[in-house]
């Protein structure tokens, strides 16, 4: 039961940190008019961080005194998390009939909600 909350849990702060980086990666496309993968790159980052500081607190109640190594650690799970949400964007909004941008970008999140789970809980918050 209680991988199920923290599950329940990492989705609700996961929710928040997509509406962040759709946000983020709208404005920096759309009004900013930035290239659309550095856009995407920008609300990586903005909602990294704020997921990191919710899963820590929240999800993983981590008391590490290492916060640094954690947050590093948590980065480097996120940024493979980066590459496969990329590539899956590429693949379905380039490759695959012209998908549009931001619903190949939904898919991508769900993918990777599913890596980004796996590799904190056996990595980064054990």
Do not use: P
């Not at 609700?12 to 759709?22: E, N, V």
Request: a positive charge; charged letters at 15%.
């Amino acid at each position: 039961m209680e991988l199920f909350f923290r599950i329940l849990k990492f989705g609700i702060t996961g929710l928040l940190g997509m509406a962040i980086d759709f946000g983020v990666t709208w404005l920096c496309k759309e009004k900013i008019k930035i290239n659309k993968y550095v856009a995407n790159a920008l609300g990586f980052i903005f909602a990294v961080t704020n997921n990191y500081l919710i899963n820590r607190v929240w999800t993983f109640q981590s008391t590490n005194i290492h916060w640094g190594t954690e947050f590093s650690k948590f980065i480097v799970v996120s940024v493979i998390g980066l590459a496969l949400n990329t590539v899956i964007i590429y693949l379905f909004h380039q490759r695959k009939n012209g998908t549009n941008f931001y619903v190949a970008k939904f898919f991508a999140i769900a993918i990777v909600f599913v890596w980004n789970f796996i590799a904190n809980l056996m990595f980064t918050f054990r």
